[in-house]
């Protein structure tokens, strides 16, 4: 007699409105988590292995993307986001895990492993869900060469019309980097700081498409990621960020 799976599937109800998390370690989520802090909330659920399971953190597992580095995932900022969405909206809010740590934005250009599989896992996660918005973070991994820097808008207005053209007119929320006085000091502050800068203009060649602020939100330590408390305010910023684009009706469907 086959097992029966406790497959996310069979006792879900009701409408789930979906998001799919792209980008790189910082949407994965590096924060600590201890047994006090991880969050979890009843009408959350995330994509696992094409089924829909509770919500758990780490939501989006990722590995070390140096040796010995610590820790390959933790908390993130999707699941305060989730949490104030599913309360907020009267619905289940279903988290699409695609996000893969020290990534480049030339290896999320369509045809690449990294956009297929996100294509991939939002097309599956459609099947059972309403497609809401992409939360993307990305960035530290094109901010070590003034070249890099420089290649970014293009490649990054290419790879977000491809996820709309195979997706549909989403939202797509797009979160600063860490500020250099903050303790983000693992890329040149120079080149940081650029970055940020010149997200308010791409964006406004996306309609639908808002910049989350990353302002006094604080580093782990390590230079790179942002840490629990931080996180847990910045997914409650994209949420903000989504509902402001909401209300103004500006987003392609």
């Not at 991880?38 to 919500?55: N, T, V, Y």
């Not at 996000?99 to 099947?127: C, E, N, S, Y």
Request: one cysteine or more; proline letters at 7%.
């Amino acid at each position: 007699m086959a097992k029966w799976i406790n497959d996310g599937l069979h006792e879900t109800s009701g409408v789930i409105h979906s998001f799919l998390l792209a980008g790189q370690s910082n949407m994965a989520g590096r924060g600590d988590l201890t047994a006090e802090n991880a969050l979890s909330a009843p009408d959350c659920l995330m994509l696992r292995m094409g089924r829909w399971q509770p919500m758990s953190e780490p939501v989006n597992v990722d590995r070390a993307v140096l040796p010995g580095a610590s820790p390959r995932s933790g908390a993130c900022l999707a699941s305060s986001f989730a949490a104030r969405y599913a309360a907020g909206h009267g619905c289940q809010a279903g988290l699409i895990p695609c996000a893969d740590g020290g990534t480049t934005i030339a290896q999320w250009q369509p045809g690449q492993p990294l956009f297929d599989h996100a294509v991939m896992q939002a097309k599956l996660a459609a099947r059972t869900s309403a497609l809401q918005a992409i939360l993307w973070h990305q960035g530290e991994s094109d901010c070590l060469e003034p070249a890099q820097l420089d290649a970014y808008p293009a490649l990054f207005l290419r790879t977000m019309r491809a996820f709309r053209a195979e997706l549909g007119g989403l939202p797509i929320l797009v979160g600063e980097l860490g500020y250099p006085e903050n303790g983000f000091t693992g890329t040149p502050a120079a080149l940081l700081r650029a970055f940020n800068a010149r997200l308010p203009a791409l964006a406004a060649q996306l309609p639908g498409c808002a910049v989350v602020s990353a302002a006094g939100l604080t580093c782990r330590g390590d230079g790179l990621h942002f840490d629990t408390p931080s996180l847990r305010t910045f997914g409650l910023r994209y949420l903000d960020a989504l509902d402001s684009l909401q209300s103004t009706e500006e987003t392609p469907r």
